[in-house]
């Protein structure tokens, strides 16, 4: 038997995890106390505990590190004194730092950057410089200039790296909402399909039931099948009314061009018309049965016969219909649908079957999307006339 591999170790904890784990108080205070400690211990260990000139600058400078987030520029003047009498380096770099880390600007910071350096080089007192000490002067300016970039470096680069980490943190929320944009509108778009869908097909075949049930409840003999009848046909109304409310509800965005499957074409036309129980004349040009037409144009192409023949039911029973399929003349149109109906007959029942409202606008929709036009007015002879033309090619979505 193998002995088990070791278990890989863990990755090191971020500061970031460190911090989070630490009491609040220590989270809110400790950033602020920690420096000002290490500055006074600076100024101890450089200066001793004996009280003096260099001490109490010192101390002073440590202690004006308490308000260096406040007044950044401030602080810092007041810890130069520290590095050019009591010769510490903790309190006045700290200060630089945080006015590079609050107060980016160029000139403050070249400024800044000029009076640290100065304050390093320069020796307390003055008179103890000496010009010709050249080997020890340029050691001395060269530690000066590491003193005063250094903080500046770091502070910047503390700076940006809180700036992208924001804007990285935007960038999430603006996704993420985003996301959910495209999430809502995608929902929009199928409650659109789905409304258009119920509309055109379930409104379609209960105004066939109602409109057999009514001739039944006319024609039958026996009582009880008239009974019978009657309540299909009260069902079927109420079934239609419910079902306008519901797509009223749907009906929240418009939808592309692709809808629900499996969906019928003109060559279920026949068929349609067939189950209409309307008295219609249906007829097809010979240059409209070619194939190869796009799919959208005929599926919308047989919902305005299906619509329109609905319309007929509810509005002009016992009219005459004709359906014309045809190639379209107009320069760029690939496809035309005509469905007209004459004058309701006199002696005809009416189903009373409810209305939405929304199947025309519908059918514009559709035409609209597919680049076509759709057009719907009554005719001179008192019927209706609904002509829709679609081009060969519909615009992709």
Request: aromatic share 4%; glycine share 8%; proline share 8%.
């Amino acid at each position: 038997m193998t002995a088990a591999s070791p278990a890989p170790p863990a990755p090191p904890a971020s500061p970031a995890s460190w911090r989070r784990r630490l009491p609040g108080w220590a989270q809110r205070w400790g950033p602020l106390l920690i420096p000002v400690v290490f500055a006074v211990a600076d100024a101890l260990l450089v200066n001793g505990v004996t009280p003096g000139l260099e001490l109490n600058v010192s101390l002073v400078a440590a202690a004006a590190l308490l308000l260096r987030r406040r007044f950044p520029a401030p602080v810092f003047l007041v810890t130069l004194p520290g590095i050019l009498i009591g010769y510490i380096w903790f309190a006045p770099m700290i200060a630089l730092y945080t006015v590079a880390e609050r107060r980016p600007g160029p000139r403050l910071l070249g400024v800044s950057a000029l009076l640290l350096a100065a304050a390093h080089f320069v020796p307390w007192p003055v008179s103890d410089f000496e010009p010709t000490a050249y080997r020890e002067n340029t050691l001395t300016l060269i530690d000066a200039c590491i003193t005063s970039v250094g903080p500046i470096a770091l502070g910047l680069l503390v700076r940006t790296r809180g700036e992208l980490a924001a804007r990285l943190d935007d960038l999430t929320r603006s996704r993420r909402r985003a996301d959910e944009l495209i999430a809502e509108q995608v929902l929009s778009t199928e409650r659109a399909r789905l409304a258009r869908e119920m509309h055109d097909v379930v409104a379609h075949q209960v105004s066939l039931i109602s409109l057999q049930a009514g001739a039944v409840q006319i024609s039958a003999d026996d009582a009880q099948a008239r009974e019978g009848a009657r309540t299909i046909r009260e069902l079927s109304v109420r079934t239609l009314d419910e079902l306008r409310h519901m797509v009223g509800i749907l009906r929240a965005a418009g939808g592309d061009l692709e809808q629900l499957t499996p969906q019928p074409r003109l060559a279920d036309l026949p068929r349609l018309i067939e189950l209409s129980a309307l008295d219609v004349a249906y007829e097809e040009a010979d240059d409209a049965r070619r194939t190869g037409r796009p799919e959208a144009v005929e599926r919308a192409a047989f919902r305005i016969v299906q619509e329109a023949l609905t319309n007929v039911r509810k509005h002009a029973p016992g009219a005459r219909v004709t359906v014309r399929v045809m190639e379209a003349a107009a320069e760029g149109r690939g496809l035309r649908v005509e469905v007209r109906n004459g004058p309701p007959d006199a002696s005809a029942v009416a189903p009373g079957l409810p209305g939405g409202g929304h199947g025309l606008v519908g059918l514009r929709e559709r035409a609209v999307l597919l680049g076509g036009t759709l057009r719907a007015e009554p005719t001179e002879e008192g019927g209706f006339v609904v002509l829709a033309d679609f081009p060969k090619v519909p615009p992709r979505a």
